[in-house]
């Protein structure tokens, strides 16, 4: 029989409420052995719960029952409100795990048996560990959508799409002697694939959008040696990041912060003065600048988005700064400390005064949601295994394309729809081809 699995659903610590979740098929045997009250299903009820081993009371909790189907797991759940307190909480686990078939649960379990028991695809059991850790506004909506099944309809849609034209690949493979019009069979399965393939190349080319707001926008900040870079990290950050010195070349490791920035989440990069000259020194010194400014490079690079920082005192915009301008990045004056117009096309602040920084913030707030504008209307994809697959289906259907058997494109098809079945983990090809086929007139 499967173990009945319990745990401490809220939080470690101390707190007003805890809850206890239990959930197999012995969850009810142990409720009864715990209480002698009566629990209709899905209502709270108020319990004393008594510890069958020696009689003394555990605690006075409001107690919900779900039965099966019913409930996350999808197997009989008995969910413990109990006082949040250390004593109070080891008291009724220690009384659960006395119980008959009753283990502690591992992380994740109770996800994975809402999977197993089919109340969750494999996105949608993803969604809920993202929901779980979701910092800002933005991410909790993308975790949200997916836990709909955001992903899952899209992914199960190219799915059936597929296997329809699966259905037609085999047809030809099973009554070529009976002469199925082979340009028949042709307009069927092409269409398909390529408007299959069209959507998903769609899909992939949406600028890791929503792995991106799922793991945080990066944001460098590249500038000049003595630009103000740290010190504007440290503004951002309300706190004291890093070391501002009017020494140039303050700047070596690259630091980071986390910030929410109007709901995005966002890594914000601290780097070293972009200093060439630095690069072809050879004075040990200035190897680590150099280091550094190579690292600076390459945050620069990687980085979703660049504040390219500007010394409002210098005569003219620093060059090799001025180079790293893309459609990702916004360029900034600063040491406008008395409010002037700092260079043409440039958003003017000083980290001193602490003017222009709203209006700074406001302008990257814009800059990213820009980026994420879509991610309400298309579900996006949220994690390289969803990428990968997806790309393996594309090299399916590309195959089945250019296939030159009927058996061969059937093959190729039958890879695609597996591909992207071990997405949701749900699409059985045999199951579907059931289906399909129940509906399809074959025999015609
Ligand atoms: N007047 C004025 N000075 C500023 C402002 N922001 C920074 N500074 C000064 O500029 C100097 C350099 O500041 P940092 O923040 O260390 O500059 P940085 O870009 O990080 O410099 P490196 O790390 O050396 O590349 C310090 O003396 C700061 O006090 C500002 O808004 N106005
Ligand atoms: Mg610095």
Known sequence: M???????????????????????????????????GTFPVRQAVLAQLINPDNGSLIDEAIVITFHPPRSYTGE??????????????????????????????????????????????????????????????????????????????????WADRLVKA??????????????????EV?????????HVMTQITGHLNDGNRGEILREGIKIAIIGAPNAGKSSLIN?????????????????????EVHLDLNGFPVTLYDTAGLRPEQLSDEHAQDQIEAEGIKRALQKAQEADFKILLFDGKDNEMHPQTLNLKDDNSICV????????????????????????????IDNVSRETKALFEDIQN???????????????????IDRALHGFSPDM???????????????????DVEDLLDIIFRDFCIGK
């Open 76 to 157: 009989e759940t008995v969910e413990y409100n109990i006082h949040g307190g250390k004593a109070v909480r080891e008291s009724l686990l220690n009384a659960l795990s006395q119980m008959d078939g009753h283990r502690m649960a591992e992380p994740g379990e109770f996800t994975r048996r809402a999977y197993e028991n089919g109340n969750l695809d494999l996105t949608q059991a993803e969604a809920v560990a993202d929901l779980i850790h979701a910092e800002t506004e933005a991410q909790k909506q993308l975790a949200l959508s997916q836990m709909g099944g955001a992903l899952s309809n899209l992914y199960q849609g």
């Open 235 to 255: 503004a951002l950050a309300q706190r004291d990041v890093a070391i501002v010195s009017d020494m140039a070349g303050t700047t070596r490791d690259v630091l």
């Open 166 to 183: 699966l259905a037609y690949a085999e047809a030809q493979i099973d009554f070529a002697e009976e002469d199925l019009p082979e340009d």
């Open 333 to 360: 004056t600063n040491k406008m400390d008395d409010g002037e117009t700092g260079f043409a096309d440039t958003i003017s602040i000083s980290t001193q005064s602490g003017y222009g920084l709203d209006n700074l």
């Open 409 to 427: 494109i059937a093959e190729d098809i039958r890879m695609s729809v597996r591909s992207i079945g071990r997405i949701t983990g749900r699409t």
């Open 2 to 36: 499967t173990d009945t699995i319990y745990a401490l659903a809220s939080a470690q610590g101390r707190a007003g409420i805890a809850v206890v979740r239990v959930s197999g098929p012995q969850a009810m045997e142990s409720l009864s052995k715990l209480s002698d």
């Open 186 to 194: 042709k307009s069927h399965v092409e269409p398909v694939l390529t």
């Open 378 to 396: 298309s579900p996006s994809l949220t994690r390289a295994r969803h990428r990968e697959a997806l790309v393996e289906a594309q090299e399916h």
